[in-house]
């Protein structure tokens, strides 16, 4: 029976994931560049709490929709499409 090995990359100094770190580098508050780490968790009016965006702000618990995430740093609320780095050249990160 054929067997599929999965290997994830990780860096050698902090033992993480090589994919979580590049996505972590891609997400910062639009107003004060706060970086969430991958344990940074947000609660729901339900009661769950997750990382944002692991679901791009769906709640695991009741499926609301989260269109603005509060930033743990500065306290302020925006959209959550703000938070993620596109790489484009009208980026406010660039």
């Given amino acids: ?3 599929v090995l999965a290997f994830q990359e990780t860096d050698r100094k ?4 090589i994919k979580d770190r590049d996505r972590e ?3 910062r508050c639009p107003r004060c560049r706060w970086r969430p780490e991958r344990n940074s968790r947000w609660s729901c009016l339900c009661g769950h709490t997750w990382n944002t965006f692991d679901t ?7 499926a609301v929709v989260w269109r603005e995430t509060a930033c743990h740093s500065c306290h302020q609320w925006s959209p959550h499409e703000d938070w993620y780095d596109r790489g484009g050249d009208d980026h406010p990160f660039r």
Avoid: D, E, L
Wanted: proline share 12%; with cysteine.
């Fill in 14 to 17: 902090t033992g993480s994931s």
């Fill in 1 to 3: 029976m054929p067997r």
């Fill in 56 to 62: 791009h702000g769906v709640c695991p618990g009741c």
């Fill in 25 to 27: 580098s891609k997400i």
